[in-house]
């Protein structure tokens, strides 16, 4: 069992860690104190645009500062943590700065996670207080965390950005005093994991080897002072925060543009009104764009690089972003728990459409094994495990989960399938485990059933990913009925009573009488998954 007060930690070896920092990959700078160097060297630079909210480092740095002795005002201490729920606002940035500069330590959520994803993240990081926008798109955030504190009571301070109601205001927080020094390899926040089983793991993740990953990705993204990036996704998500995204683009002394949503009408005005040179988006986002493109009255000329990543870009599909859109496709492969790969801007542009990258750094160790852990030779598709500056060597507080994800020489085993190409670089094949990339969200498939299985009209269920020419995966549940079959429609609805994000609603559900078993009446969730998809296919190519 996980003892959730224990504060997390992320270590590597002794020889490691010295190596890194000899070679200039760690370079001992916090968050907090890189907001400072910033500031002080270009005060009035507008650093994030935020609907018409315009804030320059210098408005950054004092509002961060303001915020970080409010949250210490709270009674909350250095170390403890802190769940932010913030969407694509300009507030996103003086909280988790705030909470930087004050020791704390964020637990980033999406705007769509509810009440069951919620509840867990405050239960397994320990946290002592949540930090919510009061609404979007029509939803109220404050009767949600409220939920929440009623079910985890450690959770004693609820903020709220915006209109509070009886919640602690953000702009409320104030205080005075000297803010506490912060050890830059020290865990600065912590990230959810896809992940492949259950609940997702929390990945913590250091100052000095996250600021690392992205000051790495700014320089090979040729990022500079004069640099636009255009936030589409949620800011929580590892792509649009490092690769290089909002904090590589604010280490470049860019401008980050934060946009509500991704969509081609809210993004193109803000790209033609901001001049935005780059920005990243999951593969549907670029098929959507790419269509629209064709008659936008915006002038989208400013835009250089597009990004793309947390799904597979289909070599077709990406051979159509320049001719649609007149700028360069950079294909992005990587994952939160570390390792990032890029497509470089001025590489061939057969690189560009058919590999995912190379890695960040030459000290990015890649391993690609057969099933029983042996080296393929390149070219061949195997099981893709990493150890590197900025790639974990745990996750927080799940000894099981650790003892399956990493080696006892501490690689991660991504979970990924990849052939490796002349010059390192990566050509993802899928995944090796039970997890849906739908539009670039991971989704456990135990998580779902688990859910499925409390309805009590489901026997038994399963859950799988099928191929989607939008979403690149979408999910589908095999339900197998308890007396009466209940309509998909009842399925779906009691998936979004459980407090789920709507992105783990399955897709389709599909009724079946019953699922293959052995001889002894057993058959493993791996192979009825695959089973059923093989057939579920199979009849779909037969129609």
């Known amino acids: ?29 916090s968050f907090g104190d890189m907001l400072r160097r910033l500031a002080e060297a270009h005060p009035d630079r507008i650093a994030v645009v935020g609907g018409e909210t315009r804030l320059s480092y210098g408005d950054l740095l004092a509002q961060a500062e303001r915020a970080a002795h409010g949250f210490l005002g709270l009674g909350l201490a250095p170390g403890d943590r802190v769940i932010v729920q913030i969407p694509n ?57 409220r939920m929440v504190r009623d079910e985890v ?43 492949t089983t259950g609940l ?38 590892n792509f649009p925060m490092s690769s290089p995204g909002v904090f590589g683009t604010l280490a470049a002394g860019g401008r980050v543009v934060m946009s509500p949503n991704p969509t081609p009408a809210t993004a193109f005005a803000l790209i033609e009104r901001e001049r935005v040179t780059i920005t990243g988006l999951v593969p549907p986002l670029a098929l959507l764009w790419m269509q629209a493109a064709a008659n936008t009255p915006h002038d989208l000329s400013s835009l250089k690089i597009l990004q793309v990543g947390g799904a597979k870009f289909t070599p077709e599909a990406a051979a159509r972003v320049k001719p649609a859109l007149g700028c360069t496709l950079q294909q992005v492969f990587g994952m939160a728990e570390g390792l990032v790969n890029y497509t470089r801007p001025d590489d061939p542009e057969d690189i560009i459409v058919n590999t995912q990258g190379r890695p960040i750094s030459g000290d990015d160790e890649v391993l690609i094994l057969d099933d029983s852990g042996q080296p393929v030779p390149d070219g061949t598709p195997g099981h893709l495990l990493t150890r590197g500056p900025y790639t974990i060597r745990a996750y927080h507080n799940e000894p099981a ?143």
């Not at 224990?6 to 190596?19: I, K």
């Not at 009886?166 to 927080?173: A, K, N, V």
């Not at 050509?427 to 991971?442: C, L, M, Y």
Request: hydrophobic fraction near 40%; proline fraction near 7%; aromatic fraction near 10%.
């Open 153 to 195: 009571p450690e959770l004693r301070h609820l903020v709220v950005i915006g209109q509070a109601e009886g919640l602690i205001p953000f702009d409320s927080l104030q205080g005075s005093g000297p803010l506490p020094r912060v050890d830059a390899s020290s865990v600065a926040f912590m990230q959810i994991s896809g992940g």
């Open 1 to 29: 069992m996980a003892d959730e007060s224990q504060p997390p930690r992320q270590t590597w070896p002794e020889d490691f860690a010295r190596r890194y920092r000899e070679k200039g990959y760690w370079a001992g700078e």
């Open 401 to 543: 989960a650790n003892a399956r994800s990493f080696t006892p020489d501490g690689f991660y085993r991504t979970g990924d399938i990849v052939k490796r190409l002349p010059g390192g670089y990566l050509s993802v094949q899928g995944r090796a485990g039970d997890h849906i990339n739908r539009a670039g969200e991971k989704i456990s498939a135990e998580e779902i059933e688990d859910h499925l299985l409390a309805h009590p009209a489901v026997f038994d269920a399963a859950v799988v990913s099928i191929p989607d020419a939008f979403l690149g995966e979408r999910s589908c549940a095999f339900i197998v009925p308890k007396g009466e079959k209940p309509k998909p429609v009842e399925i779906k609805a009691f998936m979004r009573g459980r407090g789920l994000a709507e992105f783990k609603v399955p897709d389709q559900v599909v009724f079946v009488t019953e699922f293959a078993t052995t001889a002894v009446g057993k058959v493993s969730r791996n192979t009825l998954r695959a089973e059923l998809r093989a057939r579920y296919l199979e009849e779909e190519a037969a129609k």
């Open 89 to 145: 606002i300009a507030g996103f940035f003086p909280a988790v700065f705030g909470l930087f500069l004050a020791g704390l330590i964020p637990v980033y959520a999406l705007p769509a996670h509810r009440q069951t994803e919620l509840a867990h993240f405050a239960r397994r990081s320990g946290a002592k207080a949540l930090v919510v926008a009061d609404r979007l798109d029509g939803f109220d955030y404050r009767p949600l965390a």
């Open 200 to 237: 997702s793991k929390l990945i913590p993740r250091t100052h000095d080897d996250y600021i690392y990953s992205f000051r790495e990705s700014a320089a090979i993204c040729g990022l500079d002072e004069g640099s636009v990036y255009l936030c589409a996704l949620p800011a929580a998500h």
